[in-house]
């Protein structure tokens, strides 16, 4: 339609709509019955309202991942970046009504939710998921079970390490890059914006084990156009530890 067409119609439309009945709140009506119908979002009357998102405590320091990661990212990365996801998601979560019990639901959902309940609810548990991915100080390298599962996967820890800064450095725009164990298989892939492979319409299927920010809030600070060195970097503080855990 031509925009003075469509002008032409929209005017029509909300004549109409003053025409057919009284003022504002018919307008409203009128124009929101074109809309797409609501999906349907488990309600179950929970007395609380539902499961919110909570930050967790950043279990380390800000000068912590210095040199890898400076204090002034980090900082404002947990306390402005990620914040802001905890806070947008728990509001959408009383604006939409959102009647979760457990995160796991939320994600099941995710292909229904609004944008603002499913970016900033990927935000709120991907930085959650992220901050217990790193550590100060501790192992280098996995052991054990995780070592014999990417060595298995991908040939070797260097093979390893290859393709998932392949796949870092090849998400274009802002994402995420993870390590998942899909049955038995470790795979990487990565995702774009804040979604995850929690989400119900995700193609990498799996339980994280960890996870690379690949925003450039992340690292731009200090590395500026260097993502390249940020991720050869960041291998210093993984936390394998956790990661072995999370295979279980
Ligand atoms: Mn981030």
């Not at 019990?101 to 944008?115: G, P």
């Not at 193609?203 to 050869?232: C, M, S």
Request: hydrophobic content about 40%; charged content about 20%; cysteine-free.
């Amino acid at each position: 339609m031509k925009t003075s067409n469509r002008r032409k119609f929209l005017r029509g439309t909300l004549k109409a709509g003053i025409v057919a009945a009284v003022g504002l709140p018919i307008i409203s009506d009128s124009l929101g019955a074109i809309a797409a119908p609501k999906p349907k979002l488990p309600n179950r009357g929970l007395a609380d309202g539902g499961f919110k998102f909570a930050q967790v405590p950043l279990p380390y320091s800000y000068t912590a991942l210095e040199p890898n990661v400076d204090a002034l990212t980090l900082e404002i990365h947990y306390t402005k970046h990620h914040a802001a996801y905890i806070k947008n998601v728990n509001e959408a979560i009383v604006a939409e009504n959102l009647n979760f019990s457990s995160e796991k639901e939320f994600f099941d959902h995710a292909s229904q939710l609004s944008a603002k309940a499913r970016n900033n609810g990927g935000g709120a548990w991907n930085h959650n998921f992220f901050w217990e991915s790193l550590q100060a100080s501790g192992p280098s390298s996995p052991t054990g079970k995780l070592q014999d599962a990417i060595n298995t996967s991908f040939g070797s820890l260097d093979k390893f390490k290859e393709e998932f800064g392949k796949a870092a450095l090849g998400r274009f725009g802002s994402g995420w890059v993870w390590l998942v164990n899909d049955g038995g298989t470790l795979k990487i892939g990565s995702t774009a914006n804040q979604d995850n492979p929690l989400f119900d319409n995700a193609q990498l299927k799996g339980t994280p084990l960890f996870a690379l920010d690949v925003w450039e809030h992340a690292y731009y600070i200090k590395y500026q156009n260097r993502r390249a060195d940020y991720i050869n970097n960041w291998w210093n503080i993984v936390n394998w530890e956790a990661a072995a855990k999370r295979l279980g």
